[in-house]
């Protein structure tokens, strides 16, 4: 997390393209920015998808869905989507020259009719088109993957299910073989390209379906490891 504030705090300052940049970028700040893009943002998802594990032992299906809809999304929206990004938002449209009034004009016009989820016009491109959240995309993206996958993680954990993930485990600990955990890896950062896969790469430095990835592998070797 404080790696993460210090990215963001700095990032303004580095030769990265951000919502406001200093007229004299940093060479410094650059070098540490793309240190932290090779690990940080897969770090999080890999402790998500452990953390879902714990959550998800000791809730049904339905509760889990209920304590993200409250831990993420009410925060996401209410504090991030109607406060917090609206404030960013405006910076980055003036600063870029998108927008020319002040805060409130804004807030209740452009922010409301331009901005993810308020903007309505809606294609096949949407959400490469959008910023689901500016830097808190983190929180909506955790909460669709834990959607999606929950009713798969539940049925991992029935132990006949889980038994068989063991062989895995097993081959995993063999000589290199913690290496084939890298092949789904491999396989969506090939396939997510155009004309196949609309979405930006510019999320934390990965390809979404990246995240999606280390969010479920996180998950299976929680639940096949044994402590």
């Known amino acids: 997390m404080g790696t993460i504030f210090l990215f963001h705090s700095s990032a303004s300052f580095s030769y990265f393209p951000w919502n406001?940049?200093?007229?004299?970028?940093?060479?410094?700040?650059?070098?540490?920015?793309?240190?932290?893009?090779?690990?940080?943002?897969?770090?999080?998802?890999?402790?998500?998808?452990?953390?879902?594990?714990?959550?998800?032992?000791?809730?049904?299906?339905?509760?889990?869905?209920?304590?993200?809809?409250?831990?993420?999304?009410?925060?996401f929206v209410f504090v991030g989507l109607l406060v917090v990004l609206s404030v960013n938002g405006y910076y980055d449209a003036v600063f870029h020259g998108n927008f020319a009034g002040d805060f409130m004009h804004f807030y209740f016009g452009s922010y409301f009719t331009k901005f993810f989820p308020f903007d309505t016009n809606f294609s096949l491109t949407y959400f490469a088109d959008s910023n689901q959240g500016v830097y808190l995309w983190y929180l909506f993206w955790l909460f669709?993957?834990?959607?999606?996958?929950?009713?798969?993680?539940?049925?991992?954990?029935?132990?006949?299910?889980?038994?068989?993930?063991?062989?895995?485990?097993?081959?995993?600990?063999?000589?290199?073989?913690?290496?084939l955990l890298a092949i789904p890896l491999i396989v969506v950062n090939v396939a997510a390209v155009p004309p196949?896969?609309?979405?930006?790469?510019?999320?934390?430095?990965?390809?979404?379906?990246?995240?999606?990835?280390?969010?479920?592998?996180?998950?299976?070797?929680?639940?096949?490891?044994?402590?």
């Open 20 to 75: 406001i940049n200093n007229p004299t970028p940093n060479l410094g700040f650059t070098v540490f920015g793309l240190f932290l893009l090779g690990w940080a943002m897969p770090l999080f998802f890999v402790i998500s998808g452990i953390s879902a594990y714990f959550s998800l032992a000791r809730r049904s299906a339905s509760q889990f869905v209920r304590d993200r809809l409250e831990r993420l999304m009410i925060p």
């Open 144 to 179: 669709a993957f834990s959607i999606v996958t929950v009713h798969f993680f539940k049925w991992i954990m029935k132990e006949g299910n889980r038994n068989k993930l063991l062989r895995l485990h097993a081959v995993c600990n063999r000589r290199r073989g913690i290496f």
């Open 196 to 227: 196949f896969f609309v979405f930006p790469t510019v999320y934390g430095g990965w390809k979404l379906p990246a995240y999606f990835v280390l969010f479920i592998t996180a998950y299976v070797m929680r639940t096949t490891t044994k402590i």
